[in-house]
Nanobody
Framework: QVQLAEAGGGSVQAGGSLRLSCSAS????????RGWFRQAPGKEREMVAE?????????YAPSVKGRFTISRDGADVNTVYLRMSSLKPEDTAMYYC???????????????????????WGQGTQVTVSS
């Protein structure tokens, strides 16, 4: 069982930046793909960015591409980050980290398609962007 913990949320003005972190309790091939999702009040949860931590491949939602960067910690394989820049009020949401095992070592093809493919979830961290 992998436990995920997010950190780094907070309140920021539009145009500002935040960096979220997601730490896993352990590294296994069942969590080698990580995703960041977000859910705003009254809206469905949506994928923001994904990373294959073994090979480094990345995928972004069109709404954040060019503004957000997902990365892995070079020294700590259990940690991934989401750097968010040029934040907009519409980025306000609860942000969740998720993990799943991607092939060849896991069961899911890269990139994962949808939250239903992720096995492990963090509790979330709130991001609020004011205008």
């Amino acid at each position: 069982q992998v436990q995920l913990a997010e950190a780094g949320g907070g309140s920021v003005q539009a145009g500002g930046s935040l960096r979220l972190s997601c730490s896993a309790s352990s590294f296994t091939y069942s969590s080698n793909c990580r995703g960041w999702f977000r859910q705003a009040p009254g809206k469905e949860r949506e994928m923001v960015a994904e990373i294959y931590t073994v090979g480094g491949s990345k995928y972004y939602a069109p709404s954040v591409k060019g503004r957000f960067t997902i990365s892995r910690d070079g020294a700590d394989v259990n940690t991934v980050y989401l750097r968010m820049s040029s934040l907009k009020p519409e980025d306000t949401a609860m942000y969740y980290c998720a993990a799943v095992g991607c092939r060849p070592d896991g069961s899911i093809n890269w990139p994962p398609h949808g939250e239903h493919e992720f096995n492990y979830w963090g509790q979330g961290t709130q991001v609020t962007v004011s205008s």
